[in-house]
């Protein structure tokens, strides 16, 4: 066995949903919690390495359960372009950069819908171990299949299927695991008859669709993001994106019409969220991280505000941004902090209500029960 590391952190919100808990300990070993519990009745552990953050926050690691690691998320439509037509060493730089903006703003699991495996495996081939997220490749470790196009979108793919297709590809998926990117009743309605498990975006989709899926036990993604900064971006019509407000704010002409049309079905989308969490739909947080103007990593916390607006509490929102989201698929290094489960989690300085914001700057992160190797809260840089 090896040295045992006992956390204590001032508050703890396990991911499980449950509510908030006070000056709690956490015993780790060989990467796993063995015990957990109030700070004042601390065991004694012989030789134990004691972490005192008892003027902090201890969360879950975040699952991000919608990312393209191979695309730019700049609203330069010349960087996007470029980033199609560059060569694979070029490309692979690229996702090793955004799988370190994730490992830095704690989400250490996300669900890619762009990257192929040898990418993948060429962009992680030099990166320290420790700064290595949990990657589930669509095709690989499950299917994504676009039935509508993404909701920013201006118009369906070229490869639009129909009802037909959509079937027989869910018939012939075997073991893996379907996410539908739907909006609309229509469509939203014919992916759940075919059988998908969980449904991206479904914009516009409706409460009887909502039951359906509440019913049936399928995951809601609903990429909340995606109209937020579609919206942030037809206010002003900029080119430029700030990095840290996430507004545009370069001049523009914005296109008539725009402001109000994103502004109507991002509230639409937070009243179907609303309804969900009162039937008891299953959700998980999904960015979108890398399209336009939604950043790798740090655009999780804006998802996580939209959850609160949308009415969740934020231990409830922790719980959709880890729990639901690593056991749907498959991180089992991921999710809520349990025993017997891996000591994976994020610190964040202060107290719960300066959360979600303090996850913009965290205190630190571990990896299976000790601090991160690549996590700098304060990083060096050069000259």
Same mark, same amino acid.
């Given at each position: !066995?090896?040295?045992?590391r ?8 396990d ?7 006070r000056? *709690? ?5 060989d990467?796993s ?6 700070a004042a009745?601390?065991?004694h ?5 004691i972490?005192?953050f ?9 699952v ?7 695309r730019?998320?700049s609203v330069?439509s ?6 199609d037509?560059?060569?694979m ?5 690229? *996702?090793?950069?955004h799988?370190h903006d994730c ?8 669900a890619?819908?762009?990257a ?6 060429l962009?992680?081939k030099? !990166? ?6 949990d990657?589930?490749s669509?095709?690989?470790d ?6 509508s ?21 869910l ?10 990117v739907?909006n609309g ?22 409460e ?5 899926m509440?019913a ?8 909340l ?13 900029g080119s430029?994106c700030c ?12 296109l ?6 994103w502004?109507?079905t ?8 609303r309804?969900?969490r ?5 959700t ?13 990593g ?15 509490a934020?231990?409830?929102? !922790?719980?959709?941004g880890?729990?639901?989201g ?7 290094r ?7 489960r891996s ?8 107290s719960v209500?300066q959360?979600p ?5 965290l205190?630190?992160?571990?990896v ?10 304060n990083?060096?840089k050069?000259?």
């Amino acid at each position: !066995m090896g040295e045992t590391r006992v956390i204590v952190a001032g508050s703890f919100i396990d991911g499980s949903g449950a509510a908030v808990r006070r000056h *709690v300990f956490l015993a780790v070993q060989d990467g796993s919690i063995i015990a957990m519990g109030s700070a004042a009745d601390l065991p004694h552990y012989d030789g134990a390495v004691i972490d005192d953050f008892s003027h902090c926050t201890l969360v879950p690691a975040l699952v991000d359960c919608s990312v393209s690691l191979s695309r730019s998320p700049s609203v330069d439509s010349g960087v996007q372009v470029a980033g199609d037509v560059v060569t694979m060493p070029t490309k692979a730089v690229m *996702v090793a950069r955004h799988i370190h903006d994730c490992h830095a703003h704690g989400v250490l699991g996300v669900a890619d819908a762009s990257a192929e495996d040898d990418l993948l495996a060429l962009a992680q081939k030099d !990166m320290v171990p420790g700064s290595i997220i949990d990657i589930c490749s669509s095709g690989c470790d499950f299917i994504k299949i676009f039935y509508s196009g993404n909701i920013e979108a201006e118009a369906l793919p070229s490869f639009h299927l129909c009802q037909e297709d959509l079937s027989r590809i869910l018939q012939d998926r075997g073991n893996q695991k379907a996410v539908v990117v739907a909006n609309g009743r229509h469509q939203v309605a014919e992916a759940l008859a075919a059988g998908c498990d969980a449904i991206e975006q479904g914009y516009a989709m409706g409460e009887d669709n909502l039951r359906e899926m509440a019913a049936t036990g399928v995951l809601w993604i609903p990429s909340l993001l995606r109209a937020k900064s579609a919206l942030d971006g037809a206010r002003s019509g900029g080119s430029v994106c700030c990095r840290f407000s996430q507004r545009y704010v370069a001049p523009g002409k914005p296109l008539p019409g725009a402001e109000a049309f994103w502004k109507k079905t991002l509230a639409e989308q937070l009243r179907q969220l609303r309804l969900a969490r009162k039937l008891g739909v299953t959700t998980a947080l999904g960015t979108g991280a890398g399209s336009v103007g939604i950043l790798h990593g740090e655009s999780m916390v804006e998802e996580v505000k939209l959850f609160i607006q949308a009415g969740y509490a934020l231990e409830e929102v !922790m719980h959709c941004g880890s729990e639901n989201g690593a056991r749907f698929f498959g991180m089992e290094r991921l999710g809520a902090l349990m025993v017997g489960r891996s000591a994976t989690f994020l610190i964040t300085r202060g107290s719960v209500k300066q959360l979600p914001r303090k996850l913009s700057y965290l205190e630190g992160v571990y990896v299976d029960g000790v601090p991160s190797r690549v996590y700098r809260k304060n990083p060096v840089k050069g000259g």
